[in-house]
């Protein structure tokens, strides 16, 4: 049996697949490279390049492997981006969604593992958040991922097929085996702090500092790659052993503001990384924690790097043996 992983030459899908392969599965990556490079493909896993929802890839694909589940990363991921174009994050993310969930039935795979995102529940009511908690997506990025849950919990209902959505908050490290965060272009915090330290960058921009929170940035809580990896690895495990579909949030269930990830880094880094304030990128919530205790609960998943200073230093790692990241 083989797993299909969409998007699997991305940072998270491609440590999970790393993760995978290392368990000793089979593992095929689909993925077409727009936001990746052929480098950042995993060692040892059969590969495809092509859109997710290519029916006669997947149908190709299934033909020539045995898929058990399919763990669908392949999706744009900019909150910034998808205000200014939404059409780009409904199109991408759900409508390739649907394509792909249809390509998958006709394929006769009925278990999906989907990457969603703590951007569906919006500006929080409480804090943490728990699954239960309103959805209200601040950003098109956070109802593109919405919605493709609903599609999924609607296709759950009627043609029977088991999913798991995660909803990650945000995910930051390496997994130490030459893997890292590396987007084009790079919009994430960290990675752009790191950047500054090597200076690639000239300063870090803070994106508002008058958000109701201790210091006036925004706070997020910063999940280690490694620890989403074995959180995936449960939940396949979990949709095999015939368990019902299920949503889930991970996360480390601290937040960390922009400043302290930007003093966190100076720390870690040795280097000055200056810094400008300067307007709210729009569509960023203010806060976002998880509880993950339904996590800890259905797949008895626990975060294992949880302290900022562990996860700035595993990013750092990376980025300072990798300074111009999958590129020459
Ligand atoms: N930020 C800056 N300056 C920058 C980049 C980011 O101040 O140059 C701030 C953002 O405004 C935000 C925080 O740093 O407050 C984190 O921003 P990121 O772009 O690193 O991450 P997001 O929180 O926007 O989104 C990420 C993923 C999403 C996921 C979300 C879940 O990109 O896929 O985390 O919390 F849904």
Redesign the pocket.
Known sequence: MAILVTGGAGYIGGTVARSFLSRGEEVVVLDDFSKSLPASVPEGCAFYEGRSDNGELIAKIAKEHEISACLHFA?F????ESVKDPYKYFYNNTASSLGLFHALMDAGVKKIVFS?????YGEPKYTPIDEEHPKNPTNP??LS?LFTEKILETFSASYGIRYAAL??????GSDGTGNGEDHHPE???????LQTAQGIRKQ?????DD?PTPDG?????YIHVSDLASAHLAAYDYLMSGSPSVSLNL?NGSGFS?KE?IETARKITGHPIPAET?Q??P????V?VASSEKAGKILGWKPERRSLDEMVASAWEWHKNNPNGYGA
Do not use: M, Q
């Open positions: 999706a991921i900019e909150a910034g969603s995102t703590a951007a569906v990025y956070g991922k909803r990650y908050f945000n995910a930051c919009t994430h915090l960290i990675p752009l702090v870090i921009f803070i994106f508002g958000y940035t925004c706070v997020r809580d996360g922009v990830v300067v709210r990128r569509g960023d919530p203010s976002l």
